[in-house]
Every structure is written in C-alpha cells, then in structure tokens.
C-alpha cells in the first residue's frame, strides 16, 4: 500500500523557522521523484519545491534561498527546511511522488499538512 506521510507543520511567527517531513511507504522511493506542492484554499496547488531521483533540485522563485529541499534515500523521507518563513507561505503542504516502473506512471499525494506563519 502507497503512503505518503507529512508532518512538520504548524503555526510559526513570520521570520521563524519549520522542517517538514514526508515519509513514504510502499513506493520504490530511490527511483522516485519527489517534490512538495502547496494550496491555499479556493487556488491550484503549486510546486514548491522538487528533487529528482539523482538528486537534483529546482524551487518556485517565491521560495528560492528560503526553502531547501532535501532526500534520505535509506529513510524513504524527504524533507522540506523552511527559514525566513512569510505569511503568504501559509498554506497546506502535500508531498508528491513521482516515478515509471513497467511503462506506468505513479504520482501518490500525501493528505498535507497545515503551515501557518502569523504576521
């Protein structure tokens, strides 16, 4: 069974600091791409941040120098270190994991988790 399992999140003041965590089961992880998305609601998820499964990484310009993206290949997590956080980061974060195995696709959503960054 695919999880994928977000934790990290909560309220912080503007300025503060948060590490989130995604923890996946039941994927072939190391061949997997992984990235995190959020929403705001009433609005499209957006991608925050990806790794690939070689480990190179690419940021939405909103975040770039704030956000890092990071993978544990032999903890199945990837991680997201956010500092310098803003009020406009508020939002729900998902992890996604992407990858082909057998001329499929597979692109798994964690069920999210809330930061909210108080001005």
């Known amino acids: 069974q695919v999880q994928l399992v977000e934790s990290g999140g909560g309220l912080v003041q503007a300025g503060g600091s948060l590490r989130l965590s995604c923890a996946a089961s039941?994927?072939?992880?190391?061949?997997?791409?992984m990235a995190w998305y959020r929403q705001l609601p009433g609005k499209q998820r957006e991608l925050v941040a990806a790794?690939?499964?070689?480990?190179?990484?690419n940021y939405a310009d909103s975040v770039k120098g704030r956000f890092t993206i990071s993978r544990d290949n032999a903890k199945n997590t990837v991680y997201l270190q956010m500092i310098n956080l803003k009020p406009e980061d508020t939002a729900v974060y998902y992890c996604?994991?992407?990858?082909?195995?057998?001329?499929?696709?597979?692109?798994?959503w964690g069920q999210g988790t809330q930061v909210t960054v108080s001005s």
């Open positions: 996604n994991a992407n990858w082909v195995y057998g001329g499929n696709r597979y692109t798994p």
């Open positions: 039941g994927i072939i992880f190391k061949i997997s791409a």
């Open positions: 790794v690939t499964s070689g480990g190179s990484t």
